[in-house]
């Protein structure tokens, strides 16, 4: 079965920093994945997605991600982290019969000034 | 609306009453989605609905939930005789696909925080 998992429930960075938000997936199908960010008080939100094109993928507010299929990883970076992008993000695969999304347990992201 | 709305936003209720959730989904979109989102848990999936078919209850946790989905539009989740591990927000997404083609791009809902004591 398809499944993510994020390395660390909270990360802190201070702001400048460069940001890295780790996932790793299982997957028996090569798979499509995805970051999502929920703002605070908010629902959750698209960030990026890789789906077999191109294995470094550019989303909103500056992130990408890059597939490592040696590595089975899908993380999350920004070069300069900034007080807006304090958030919890989700890292996520499509199952196998490719209709909906397996979360991960999410990253809290801190950004300190 | 423009996006997935949800109500109640909040909701208390005492351990055993029934409770209800609804969601309104954005207008067009063919398939709705609840997943349940508990502290350190993460997202978790119940039920996915997609235009006319049988919908997906894998990951409906016990028999005291339910979702229905009325006119291919509305939906509303149920849950009887409510537990305090019931306790969590309850979100809900709508997409829209293209004939077979999953896009992933899920539009949540603000979700709907359920306390039970």
């Known amino acids: 079965a398809q499944s993510v998992t994020q390395l660390g429930s909270h990360v802190s960075v201070s702001e400048g920093a460069l940001v890295l938000l780790r996932c790793n997936y299982s997957?028996?199908?090569?798979?499509?994945l995805f970051w999502y960010v929920q703002y605070p008080n908010q629902g959750l939100q698209l960030l990026l997605k890789?789906?077999?094109?191109?294995?470094l993928v550019k989303g909103i507010n500056g992130f990408e991600a890059e597939f490592k299929k040696s590595e089975t990883s899908f993380h999350l970076t920004k070069p300069s982290a900034h007080m807006s992008d304090a958030a919890e993000y989700f890292c996520?695969?499509?199952?196998?019969?490719?209709?909906?999304?397996?979360f991960g347990t999410g990253t809290r992201l801190q950004v300190f000034p | 609306g423009a996006g997935v709305s949800q109500s109640p936003s909040n909701k208390v209720t005492e351990k055993g009453k029934d409770v209800e959730l609804r969601c309104d989904p954005i207008s067009g979109h063919t398939a709705l989605y609840w997943y349940r989102q508990s502290l350190g848990q993460g997202l978790e999936f119940l039920i996915y609905f997609q235009g006319n078919s049988a919908p997906d209850k894998s990951g409906l946790p016990s028999d005291r939930f339910s979702a229905e989905r009325t006119g291919g539009s509305v939906s509303t989740l149920t849950i009887q005789r409510t537990q305090q591990e019931d306790s969590a927000v309850y979100l809900c997404?709508?997409?829209?696909?293209?004939?077979?083609?999953?896009?992933?791009?899920?539009?949540f809902g603000e979700g709907s925080r359920l306390t039970v004591l």
């Open positions: 997404a709508s997409s829209i696909t293209s004939g077979r083609t999953f896009t992933g791009e899920l539009f």
């Open positions: 997957s028996s199908v090569p798979p499509y």
């Open positions: 996520a695969v499509s199952d196998q019969a490719g209709d909906k999304l397996i």
């Open positions: 890789y789906t077999s094109a191109a294995t």
